[in-house]
């Protein structure tokens, strides 16, 4: 896997972990341990009265019990305390010498409050017999998801492009591109040019700074176009689509990535058509470069 297609995973990986909260979140990471392990690894089913064994999922070989807990508007501190605590205390009961190793995990970027380790690290004082291992955020399930090969990371994502696919990009579909978004209601701005910090002033991930890359080295096919476009306007109302687009995202309060990959959904850049995909990135990375999509930073920013 090269470094365009890791990139490209590791910006849907971390979209998806965004979007999805509780049972989502939980369905989700079962799934991706289902392709990881196989039949080492089993989803817990609640049964009536007997309940899921305080479990999300099971594996195997290691004797290891997951429990997810992924709630969709943050951190409640007696909520969070009595989840770990009550999950832990239950899956002793529950799964007694079947359980070797217990792993808590979470939604949060950002990681735990300091109380939610406190507790699980006392959890893990107090029973030294059982393994009990450092929470796990979406960082930890993104590196699991980046360990699978490229079959099971199409069934989760689709297809992917690769550096060849960037290099053998031309003029032809990107032209396809632009004639669809010629269709878009659009208006005509003055296209202004980036700042040189511009990448790092909006806390883009480094997929997304190698997305761009990969779109630069062929923005001057785009240019090219735009150019020789019959109509003479259609660049700069282009840019001006491009500006409105992620006003509407930036309002929504998502993260810089998920802006990313919505204007990327609006350039065409969801299609598994492969070119349609490249042509996305070289598109956006000539108007990240030359319009307002994300912010240019301010003189003396880093000072």
């Known amino acids: 896997m090269d470094n365009i297609t890791r990139a490209w995973y590791g910006m849907h990986i971390d979209v998806a972990l965004q979007q999805k ?3 989502a979140y939980e369905d989700f990471f079962c799934k991706v341990m289902k392709l990881k392990y196989s039949d ?9 009265r007997d309940g899921d064994g305080k479990a999300d999922g099971y594996l195997i070989p290691e004797k290891c019990v997951y429990q997810s807990y992924a709630p969709s508007s943050g951190f409640n501190k007696s909520k969070l305390q009595k989840k770990i605590e009550g999950d832990f205390l239950g899956a002793v009961d529950k799964w007694g010498d079947r359980l070797e190793k ?13 109380y939610g380790l406190d507790l699980i690290l006392k959890l893990r004082d107090e029973n030294p017999t059982i393994e009990i291992t450092p929470p796990w955020g979406p960082s930890e399930i993104k590196d699991i998801i980046l360990s699978l090969n490229i079959e099971q990371l ?6 992917a492009p690769t550096q060849k696919d960037m290099i053998s990009l031309t003029h032809e579909p990107i032209k396809t591109l632009l004639r669809a978004m010629s269709r878009k209601e659009i208006k005509k701005m003055t296209i202004a040019p980036v700042s040189v910090d511009k ?3 909006n806390k883009l991930s480094d997929d997304v700074e190698v997305l761009l890359s990969a779109g630069r080295r062929k923005e001057n096919l ?8 019959p109509d003479p306007e259609y660049g700069e109302e282009l ?3 491009f500006r409105n687009k992620y006003k509407s995202l930036a309002t929504e309060g998502v993260t810089p990535d998920k802006i990313f990959s919505g204007l990327r959904s609006f350039s065409g850049g969801n ?4 070119s349609a995909q490249v042509s996305s990135l070289a598109v956006l990375s000539y108007f990240f470069e030359r319009c307002d999509i994300f912010e240019n930073a301010p003189v003396g920013w880093k000072l």
Not at 41 to 46: G, H, P, S, V
């Open 102 to 114: 217990w792993v808590f995990l979470h939604n949060s970027p950002e990681g735990l409050p300091k």
């Open 222 to 229: 785009v240019e090219d176009l735009l150019l020789h476009w």
């Open 21 to 23: 909260n509780e049972q």
């Open 154 to 159: 199409v069934d989760l994502f689709g297809p």
């Open 271 to 274: 299609s598994d058509d492969i």
């Open 239 to 241: 840019a001006e689509s």
């Open 40 to 48: 080492n690894f089993q989803l817990i089913k609640a049964a009536g």
């Open 199 to 201: 990448l790092e002033f």
